[in-house]
């Protein structure tokens, strides 16, 4: 017995199977390598002409992720205890998508407020169901109350790069699109004509699933890299408390900036509530004069139609608002987060940035982008102090 183990341990012998059998593994890899960089030649193919909506989608979700899916992750929890996790997930992504569908369809809800005329419940009811039945009734009230509005900014804004034809081609196009849903989507499907309405279905459909399975898929991804559950857990509270802090500090305070400056000029100076409103909100995400570049011109819109006093008054209330919006954002920044102006200030730039490289699409993925850039930079922070620290951190 000792004489056939000799051969075993010879050290020429072990080198030579050790040798073997790491040219064998290698063969192995470098064959899947081959495999894969084959691959990348239809993958890429695949998923070009999907890129971007992979890109909108992803952004949307790590925007929205901690304010439409976690809370209603949460109530899930307490009203469906027993359903599976999974599926549990999963009825909660599509009622977070659905939710957030909505509030991406409220400024077209404003617009049909202005178009039923009334703006009663009823005169809206009667406008959607000419819009649905594709009544002529509808789409003309539609179509005119977007006009005027368009019109309304022009006078306030006249070398703002609005073309008042091209948007009504897109309203109507859009209304088409939506009653003619399938159809839109087939087209898209197989000859590639990209609208409004299939972009906004694929979007949200890769949003749902990213709902429902990205968290799992970031935190398996984590622990494969190292990190353990609290520091996982870390990084989705860190995550939360920026995301917060963008919906407040701009968001949040656009809108209320936009509706402080569209209801001052509708009851002060006559002028259309949803045309100042838009306006308001979006150049509102200016910081500081971002407000001024809106009540100025109305202000001196009112004043040429010789008003001089209703002019000051507007600026006026404008200015006092604007001051206790400026307020209220700096003590909810404080509750949220600890980081002053400079996060406000890129976000403007992420905003900017974003639309200037991606379109309308860049309102959401340049935020993203520099929510995740911040976040990423202060959990490497933290880490590299706990490092540091090492048991003296507890």
């Not at 009653?179 to 989507?185: L, M, Y």
């Not at 857990?233 to 569209?262: C, E, N, P």
């Not at 860049?362 to 995740?372: K, Y």
Request: contains cysteine; positive net charge; charged residues 15%.
């Amino acid at each position: 017995m000792a004489e056939s183990d000799q051969p075993d341990s010879d050290p020429e012998n072990l080198l030579s199977n050790k040798r073997k059998a790491f040219w064998k593994i290698w063969r192995r890899r470098t064959l899947l390598i081959l495999a894969l960089l084959i691959l990348l030649i239809p993958l890429y193919g695949t998923f070009r002409p999907l890129f971007e909506f992979i890109l909108f989608a992803v952004s949307l979700a790590a925007l929205t992720y901690p304010v439409f899916f976690r809370p209603i992750e949460r109530l899930g929890r307490i009203i469906l205890p027993r359903l599976h996790e999974q599926r549990r997930a999963e009825l909660c992504a599509v009622l977070s998508t659905l939710t957030l569908l909505l509030v991406l369809l409220s400024p077209f809800l404003l617009l049909l407020l202005q178009a039923s005329g009334s703006g009663s419940a009823q005169g809206i009811t009667e406008t959607i169901w000419s819009l649905a039945m594709g009544k002529e009734e509808g789409r003309d009230a539609l179509v005119e109350s977007v006009s005027n509005g368009v019109s309304e900014i022009q006078s306030i804004y006249p070398r703002l790069p609005i073309d008042r034809e091209k948007t009504v081609q897109f309203v109507t196009n859009l209304i088409g699109d939506t009653r003619e849903f399938s159809g839109t989507f087939l087209e898209f499907l197989f000859n590639g004509t990209r609208g409004f309405v299939a972009e906004l279905t694929l979007a949200l459909i890769a949003l749902s699933f990213l709902y429902a399975h990205g968290g799992g898929f970031l935190t398996k991804a984590m622990k494969m890299g190292g990190f353990n559950q609290e520091e996982v857990s870390s990084w989705f509270q860190l995550h939360r408390k920026i995301t917060l802090r963008l919906l407040s500090d701009t968001v949040l305070t656009s809108l209320l900036r936009g509706v402080m400056l569209a209801l001052v000029a509708h009851f002060v100076g006559g002028i259309f509530f949803l045309p100042v409103f838009f306006l308001g909100a979006f150049i509102g995400l200016v910081p500081v004069v971002g407000s001024a570049m809106v009540w100025l011109p109305l202000s001196s819109l009112v004043w040429s139609r010789g008003e001089p006093v209703t002019a000051l008054v507007m600026a006026g209330l404008c200015l006092f608002l604007n001051y206790l919006i400026s307020r209220a954002r700096a003590k909810m920044g404080r509750k949220l987060h600890e980081q002053g102006a400079w996060l406000s200030f890129l976000l403007f730039l992420g905003i900017i940035g974003g639309i200037l490289a991606y379109g309308p699409q860049g309102f959401v993925i340049g935020p993203m982008a520099v929510v995740l850039a911040y976040g990423l930079t202060r959990f490497l922070a933290t880490q590299s102090n706990n490092k540091l620290l090492g048991p003296d951190l507890d």
